[in-house]
């Protein structure tokens, strides 16, 4: 069965501080990794994903992400994190089933970035 | 660009109702999907379909129907509510493809008292 997990809920960085959200995954297969950033009272936004080839994936707001086959990881980081970054992160897997279409997602990861 | 569009925003229930969620999307999208969020658990899946005509349960289905007579529309029921079901619910839109972003509407907040 496919799924994700994000082992931490929260995760706290000054601001101007490099950040990174950890994301694992199981999943048969190839990978099709995602993630997702959700503000208050928002829907979800998507950042990046990793489909195939480089393992470094650069997505939206400077934020990139690393695979990591062997680890089975799905990293997302960000140089030097802003207030503004504050938000639920989200890492998730396109399951392969029976019609190979739904996103399983982690149960979220609370980035907070202090001034 | 409306992208998903979701209806109502917020709704208050009383238990045993029953109603309807709409999830409309002007993308042409093959794929949509219904989830539910709740504190600590992340989204979980609760219907899905690839297209007009067909769905297939996700995680969670049990107490929802859902029907797929358009591309544009993905209708979330709600038989008869129970307080277990007071979450947020997200529809989501993707072109077909296991490599294609998912697109969310802004949820419904649904309290069932």
């Known amino acids: 069965a496919q799924s994700v997990a994000q082992p931490e809920d929260q995760v706290n960085v000054a601001e101007g501080n490099p950040l990174t959200v950890k994301c694992t995954y199981s999943?048969?297969?190839?990978?099709?990794l995602f993630w997702y950033v959700q503000y208050p009272n928002r829907g979800l936004q998507f950042l990046l994903k990793y489909i195939t080839g480089d393992n470094l994936v650069k997505g939206s707001y400077g934020f990139e992400a690393e695979f990591n086959k062997s680890q089975t990881s799905f990293h997302l980081k960000k140089p030097s994190a802003l207030v503004s970054d504050s938000a639920l992160y989200f890492c998730a897997v396109r399951a392969v089933n029976q019609a190979g279409t739904a996103l399983i997602f982690g149960k979220g990861t609370t980035l907070s970035v202090s001034s | 660009n409306a992208g998903v569009t979701q209806t109502p925003k917020f709704q208050v229930l009383k238990t045993g109702q029953s109603m309807t969620l709409q999830c409309a999307q002007d993308m042409n999208h093959e794929y949509m999907s219904w989830y539910r969020q709740d504190p600590g658990m992340g989204l979980r899946l609760i219907h899905y379909s690839v297209g007009a005509g067909i769905t297939d349960q996700g995680e969670v289905p049990n107490g929802y129907n859902v029907s797929r007579s358009t591309t544009e529309d993905f209708p979330l029921r709600l038989l008869s509510a129970a307080p277990s079901q007071t979450s947020v619910y997200f529809c989501a839109s993707s072109r077909s493809g296991r490599n294609t972003e998912a697109f969310f509407g802004q949820g419904t907040r649904l309290t069932v008292v």
């Open positions: 999943v048969s297969g190839n990978p099709y």
